[in-house]
């Protein structure tokens, strides 16, 4: 085995290209944050809302995001979906960065589910009763969401909540298989110039964690947090 | 970057521990009784899985199979992935690499190649509806290539203005040229013409431009230092063309003897480096 030799690596010719990666990997992981976190707050509220079928609707959502690989979902929205819409959408969305587009779709849709599920057991975990008290000394609905459930619920939830991030950042790889130019796929592209693998994933590697590490820690502060606060 | 080359050099005292020699495996195979060969699994007609038999095969898994006859033993096809081709040879879990690799210097720092086996065009096969006519008019286009490929850096540099989608197989970038995702796809010529064949008339029209983007050398890769192992291959190389077996293999795979006809211009064992 030759020496290694980073320096190949931080060149003019890949650094580049490491640097646009870590780029697109951040996009991926902001945008696919921010839409998985809305549309799971949706799920979880369509779920409350006391009307059967639409609880059903959603709880047949969750399974099937829940229950095929991402890897297959990134497949789907980038090969299957777009032979079902109109054509001239579907000319448009290929003119603009079609792989982020369906990558960011189906990296929010897929976790979506478990951001719902994690705040509906946040909610689930407050004792009704709760609520009937608020309601009794005289708070609204709202009020009583406000200011007895949700900042409860919310403190339940953020533990599971912060690992799903964690989730998100790292599953934002996958998204090279439908040639999204993000970290992991520059790795493998200068891999596949110069050969020198373990150098270019000890790097990425790095990079990873320099992502997950903080994230990870904020983790346990919050946890932490939340626990000596909590008399529940 | 006098930082980043303190940064290299710690890290590769530290691995230099690691670093293995790799030396015998010439013995190795004979003690083994097996050669084993790391090929493509998808990349017709060089390495792929028989539809019918499930068995991969190919031109390249025939050159393996040349080798281990002259050595008296029995020939392994492995099938690698383009990301898993170089550890796993790295690693010793397979001798030597049959996968369509080009040559080039970069490559050559970190594993030895044998003399040539294939020499071949790269280019461009096209939607039909783009009416391209030379390489230039594919600037500013989304153009798609399979992973592993060392082309991406090459197109960069000539169509400056071109987005590149890097698939994991040539199948799949075939399929996003269909749809419309990517207006054209590189690869070499043999394979681009196969995908189309494959194809059939079904789909949008597609056309293969024939300005190439460029003409490479492939061969054996074999671990960095085993020049006793690649000086064999290169042997068995040149007695395959000497014989005119190469030129048959040839002939079975991609010439008069197979669906494509292709023509054959170049010899089986002349230098990678040209």
């Known amino acids: 085995m030759p020496k290694l030799d980073f320096s190949p690596i931080f060149s003019a010719d890949y650094f580049p290209l490491l640097a646009s990666g870590l780029k697109m990997t951040l996009l991926l992981f902001a945008a696919g944050w921010v839409f998985s976190m809305l549309l799971g707050m949706v799920l979880t509220l369509v779920r409350g809302i006391p009307f059967r079928p639409l609880g059903w609707l959603v709880a047949a959502y969750v399974e099937y995001q829940r229950n095929i690989p991402l890897l297959v979902h990134l497949f789907i929205w980038y090969f299957g979906v777009p032979q079902a819409l109109p054509h001239w959408l579907n000319d448009w969305i290929n003119q603009q960065n079609a792989e982020a587009f369906f990558a960011i779709v189906a990296i929010a849709c897929y976790n979506a589910a478990y951001i719902s599920e994690d705040m509906r057991s946040g909610l689930r975990a407050i004792p009704r009763v709760q609520f009937e008290a608020a309601r009794a000394i005289g708070f609204t609905f709202v009020g009583a969401m406000r200011w007895i459930i949700l900042p409860q619920a919310f403190r339940n939830a953020l533990p599971a909540l912060i690992s799903q991030t964690l989730i998100i950042f790292k599953g934002t790889s996958l998204a090279a298989v439908i040639g999204v130019a993000e970290l992991t796929y520059q790795a493998r592209l200068i891999e596949s110039e110069t050969f020198r693998v373990f150098e270019t994933f000890s790097v990425i590697t790095i990079v990873y964690l320099a992502g997950t590490l903080p994230l990870m820690a904020l983790g346990h502060h919050v946890e932490r947090r939340g626990k000596t606060r909590s008399r529940a | ?274």
Do not use: H
């Open chain 2, 1 to 274: 970057m006098p930082k980043v080359r303190i940064l290299t050099a710690t890290f590769a005292a530290l691995a230099a521990g690691t670093v293995f020699a790799a030396a015998g495996t010439l013995d190795d195979i004979k003690a083994r009784g097996t050669l084993v060969c790391g090929v493509l699994g998808t990349s017709q007609p060089y390495g792929f899985i028989n539809q019918q038999t499930k068995v991969v095969e190919g031109y390249e898994v025939d050159l393996c199979n040349a080798v281990a006859e002259s050595l008296g033993v029995k020939a392994e096809a492995k099938v690698t992935s383009s990301e898993a081709r170089i550890p796993e040879l790295m690693q010793g879990r397979v001798d030597v690499l049959a996968a369509l690799i080009s040559y080039s210097p970069q490559r050559a720092e970190q594993v030895d190649f044998s003399n040539s086996y294939l020499r071949e065009g790269f280019g461009f096969l096209v939607l039909k509806e783009v009416e391209a006519k030379r390489l230039a008019d594919l600037d500013g286009k989304r153009l798609g290539i399979n992973k592993g490929n060392f082309l991406e850096a090459l197109i960069k540099q000539k169509l400056p203005q071109a987005s590149i989608v890097a698939y994991e197989e040539q199948p799949a970038a075939f399929v996003a040229m269909q749809q419309g995702k990517v207006v054209g796809i590189a690869g070499r010529f043999s394979s681009l013409r196969v995908l189309q064949l494959r194809a059939g008339e079904g789909g949008r029209p597609t056309e293969i431009l024939d300005d190439p983007i460029t003409t490479q050398n492939a061969g054996f890769v074999v671990r960095k230092g085993d020049t006793e192992f690649r000086d064999y291959l290169n042997k068995v190389l040149a007695e395959l063309e000497s014989s005119g077996k190469a030129a048959a293999l040839y002939d079975k795979w991609l010439g008069s003897g197979s669906t494509y006809k292709f023509e054959r211009n170049f010899k089986v064992g002349a230098p990678i480096d040209e």
